[in-house]
Nanobody, 114 residues
Framework: QVQLVESGGGLVQPGGSLRLSCAAS????????MAWYRQAPENGRELVAH???????NYAESVKGRFTISRDNDKNTIHLQMNSLKPEDTAVYYC????????WGQGTQVTVSS
């Protein structure tokens, strides 16, 4: 059974930083294109970033230059380093595969507010 557990969210002021983690069990994350998504209130789920098996990455225009997705193969974990946070980054953040999808985890709440 595949389980994805997100952590690392919190309340941060505009301009601040957070590092999210997604611990996976039941799959080997390096075998899949893994992604971070977010969902703000009253919005649909949005693709934020994804990382390919070879380590190459892609980002939504809204986060390019501010967010960095990475993978720790030893810990089977995906990270999202978020810098220069803006109020519009406020959302629940989830990880999952880009093409292979498993049950969504509980997500981690990120709130950017002064």
């Amino acid at each position: 059974q595949v389980q994805l557990v997100e952590s690392g969210g919190g309340l941060v002021q505009p301009g601040g930083s957070l590092r999210l983690s997604c611990a996976a069990s039941g799959i080997i994350v390096s075998n899949y294109i893994m992604a971070w998504y977010r969902q703000a209130p009253e919005n649909g789920r949005e693709l934020v970033a994804h990382i390919l098996g070879d380590g190459s990455t892609n980002y939504a225009e809204s986060v390019k230059g501010r967010f960095t997705i990475s993978r720790d193969n030893d810990k089977n974990t995906i990270h999202l380093q978020m810098n220069s946070l803006k109020p519009e980054d406020t959302a629940v953040y989830y990880c999952n595969g880009l093409f292979h999808r498993w049950a969504w985890g509980q997500g981690t709440q990120v709130t950017v507010s002064s």
